[in-house]
């Protein structure tokens, strides 16, 4: 039955996105439309689409076993430790619309300062990203499927990826962009009836003050190790913060390091840049932390009986919703979940698909490769990592390892290689053997001190014993420390002066496209307000994390254990910004795109008039010179057309 629900849903969501944008819209079939959307989406689309990348199925999963593990702290620390990534990321997305306008990876980006060998590196430390986030996308989603449905995790392993394939395949990006929308919004809608149900219409729970007595039994029979007096009800927790320190290393990786998120950066409009990432990481915090405060604390109030590998695997939500709703509670988890695995699976398809095609192909096979080819290589790379996301969640399964060990695991693996790629964009003088060698030795200096933390702590190096807190927390620590300290000492001694002009002269390979790269010459979109832009998210960014991390724990530790007032009022902030996120997400979107909806509906009453597509912004066809490179100098006139981007 799950199969045949997963392939409608997918041919409808073709059927509907490609049918208004080639009857309607602007869009054309073109390598540049089916990866970069035309670089215009708004800024509510941007948003919602960041909530949807960051939504896997350890959002869902692992943050509710965060509380059922450490109690209230654990959905803060999911919550907050993964938010200020997203916001810290508009710096470098403005940083990619002021810097790199035509790009389409993060490498080619790489590759335009730094060269080969660069290029090589760190295409290996974003594939082995998207490796990690594809298999844990994979594996709590059969997990869950199987323990809802009993449906064998091999074949749900690979009926995920193939229900997200069709529509990614004919779509491209644009596919992505709408199912992030109809997915997200469904995700908040089961939100907000999972949070009611527990706080107040279940018969079971139904108020804040029923779920803090519970705890407080809770506690009294079953204490809490390392937390304050062994409750369930404070931020004094030392496994909670050790998690939080696990939890922010290893998102920088998969945010930074994952091209889905550049993607997204690339896709948007000059002016979306910013506020998209400020906006999508305000919207996506309440998804872990309500969810979590909900389902995890009531699997623990209602002492519902989930053994450690069960709760390792993800199981706590799925079993929580059971008991509250019944099998209605059941469908809708696996229907929230579904939507959380495809919609981010849909992301990671497109985003090694364009790491193969352009950082691959055209590099290295076929330099002089042209816009039409180019789309044909994508699409057959969306269908290649289609049955490779599969193979690689069944070798986990067959390996046993949990989903809440892989997660704990990929600070270890792609820590090390944050830094040097945020300094690229954003520092002249890094060093490109600096960042090289900060990337692999950083990340062997990791992954070192995690099997040596284990030996010396716990005399044996096993599965458990290296899924400890403290020797995950040293892995994690050591990786990117030593990536960063490596990449800046070494370019302190031995500085670059980089001018980024060669960034600029990414090119783009298909004629008849709107070479302005969403640019106006005033207005929000002009290059003038993208100095105004950057200014306004390092303000408000970095503003916005110190408000998440450290300031809200330290304010939470001042209540101690928190009291059945306090508590109260913890649970009114998470269903309130619960519900604000919601309508947020599903009205912002429509009203951004409200024009081209009304045209919809004139169209569809015969009344419309159909828009012209993208004019090309150079003289000829000629100008483009298709056959040219990817990286290197560039012609005279080609130079005079870049000259507007030297920012």
Known sequence: MLDWVAFCKARVLLAAMMWADRRFGAGHNSSEDFQTCGRTIKTGLI????????????????????AYQYGVSGPFWYAGGATIQIILFGILAVQVKMKAPSAHTVLEIVHARWGTAAHLVFFFFCFLTNIIVSAMLILGGAAVMTALTGMNTIAAAFLIPISVCVYTTTGGLKATFLSSYI??????????IFAFTVYATGSDLGSPSKVWNHLQVKAANKPVSGNQDGSYLTFFSSNGLTFGIINIIGNFGTVFCDQAYWQSAIAARPSAANKGYLLGGILWFCIPFTLATCLGLSALALDLPITVTEANEGLVPPAAAFFLLGKGGG??????????????????????????????????????????QLLIVS?????????????????????????????????????????????????????????????????WSGLIAWLVFAKIKYSVVTYDTTFENYTMLTGNVVSLGMGGLICMITSLIFPEDYDFVSMKEIRLLDDNFDSDMGFTKEGADSLEAMHKALKFILIWGGLLAIILIPIWPLLALAAGTFSQGYFTFWVILSLIWGLIATVIATLLP?????????????????????????????????????????????????????SKFNV
């Open 47 to 66: 948003a919602v689409d960041i909530v949807s990348h960051w939504t896997w199925a350890a959002t869902l999963l692992q943050s509710s076993n965060q």
């Open 183 to 192: 997915h997200t919004v469904i995700i908040y809608v089961a939100l907000c």
């Open 331 to 372: 469908i809708l988890m696996t229907v929230m979940l579904l939507m959380a695995v495809t919609s981010s699976g849909s992301a990671e398809l497109i985003a090694v698909s364009s790491l193969f095609t352009y950082d691959g192909y055209w590099h290295y096979i076929n330099p002089r490769a042209t816009g039409k």
């Open 379 to 443: 699409k057959i790379m969306v269908l290649v990592y289609t049955v490779l996301m599969g193979v690689f969640a069944v070798i986990l399964q067959q390996l046993n390892c949990s989903l809440g060990y892989v997660y704990e695991i990929m600070g270890v693996l792609i820590g090390s290689a944050v830094i040097p790629i945020a300094l690229c964009l954003m520092w002249k003088k890094t060093n490109k053997w600096g960042a090289m060698a900060g990337a692999v030795f950083g990340q």
């Open 590 to 642: 429509i009203w951004e795109s409200r024009e081209a909806l009304v045209n919809v509906f004139k169209h569809l009453v015969g009344k419309g008039v159909k828009r012209p597509g993208p004019q090309p912004a150079y003289d000829s066809q000629a100008d483009m010179k298709l056959g040219q490179a990817p990286t290197g100098t560039t012609a005279a006139d080609d130079s005079a057309h870049n």
